[in-house]
């Protein structure tokens, strides 16, 4: 799909982005080692997605830009297009990755601040700041293009007047298109993330083993070290009976399968009504101790309360059929599911 022609500020695209950690006590980075020579000119522009393709398949690598050579004085531009990406709602519900091509033709101030040169080694300590320049070419008025360095300051970063430059940029928006999905419109309906990890797994492969493996021709022994199941924790259900849960429930991929973090893509999910999770409730508070089992799940359910953030409980819909238990308090908890639970929860 393609865009308008109404202008834009870059402050509403997000330019640089900023995660804050902290600060580096020492050591500062400096500005970035550049590739010798000029920079390299391109006959003619013809689109983002042509001289980009790596924007929409993930975020572009952090500090990619500020490697390449710096402007000089041979290249006289007259436009800068920038080439993004941002999550955009689907009118029907659910989210698409969209990739942005945008165009300044005022861009004076752009290009003194990107003729400025890298400033010298910071002499205290630099923030921890994660600023990422976005991807940008300059066009000069045959149509040729290059992508500039970014000067940095002495820190390693984007210097503070290539930032404000770009932050004075009035955007028109060339074209937009959908490059995948972020969310599915049935996962937004109810109100599930579009992927979730299988915290079961997580869990086993990085806690104590909740069982004691059998010795050979003896038969399984079970025997938690995780913690208390929810069988053993008076009774009572992981979730409060009267409290609105929403089940979530996602499909294991066979690539994703015996990861360490098996991704998961949302399967179908709802809140479901207050008989069905008593029902449920009263199924995994008589949960018993997980058995010993390395069957990796091709679907898990997640539970939790629909209006507030609290427990989490994740059920093994196949393979080992196992039930974690991650409080808002203390530590998890494993048990194991029965054909009673996964029923309920398919």
């Not at 609290?310 to 808002?328: A, M």
């Amino acid at each position: 799909m393609s865009g308008g022609s109404g202008g834009l500020t870059a402050a509403a695209i997000a330019v640089v982005g900023v995660a804050i950690a902290g600060c580096v006590p020492s050591g500062s980075p400096g500005p970035p080692a550049r590739d010798g020579g000029p920079p390299r000119i391109v006959e003619r522009w013809t689109s983002c997605a042509s001289a980009a393709p790596e924007v929409g398949a993930g975020l572009p690598v952090p500090g990619a830009a500020t490697g390449l050579p710096l402007l000089g004085d041979t290249f006289t531009p007259v436009a800068a297009v920038l080439c993004g990406q941002e999550a955009r709602q689907r009118p029907g519900g659910g989210q698409d990755l969209v990739v942005t091509e945008r165009r300044a033709d005022e861009v004076a101030a752009l290009v003194a601040a990107l003729r400025l040169p890298d400033e010298p080694p910071a002499r205290g300590p630099c923030t921890a700041d994660l600023v990422l320049p976005p991807w940008l070419a300059l066009v000069n008025e045959q149509g040729g293009w290059l992508r500039p360095g970014v000067p940095a300051d002495g820190c390693g970063k984007p210097r503070a007047e290539v930032r404000a430059a770009l932050g004075g940029l009035r955007l028109t928006t060339v074209s937009t298109r959908a490059v995948r999905e972020i969310e599915s419109a049935e996962a937004a309906a109810a109100g599930c993330a579009q992927q979730w990890s299988d915290m079961v797994a997580v869990q086993s492969a990085s806690g104590p083993s909740p069982t004691r493996a059998p010795s050979a021709g003896s038969p399984p022994t079970q025997a938690s070290s995780v913690g208390p199941s929810p069988a053993r924790a008076g009774g009572r259900p992981p979730i409060a009976a009267d409290v609105a849960v929403r089940l979530c429930v996602y499909r294991v991929p066979a690539r994703e399968q015996g990861g360490a973090k098996p991704a998961g893509e949302f399967a179908y999910g709802r809140v479901l009504p207050p008989e069905r999770w008593a029902t449920v409730a009263r199924a995994l508070a008589a949960s018993g101790p997980a058995a010993a089992c390395a069957t990796p799940a091709g679907r898990f359910a997640l539970l939790r309360p629909a209006r507030t953030a609290g427990v989490e409980v994740y059920v093994e819909l196949d393979g080992c059929q196992r039930v974690l238990v991650l409080p808002t308090a203390g530590g998890p908890s494993l048990a194991q599911a029965d054909r009673t639970l996964t029923d309920l929860l398919t």
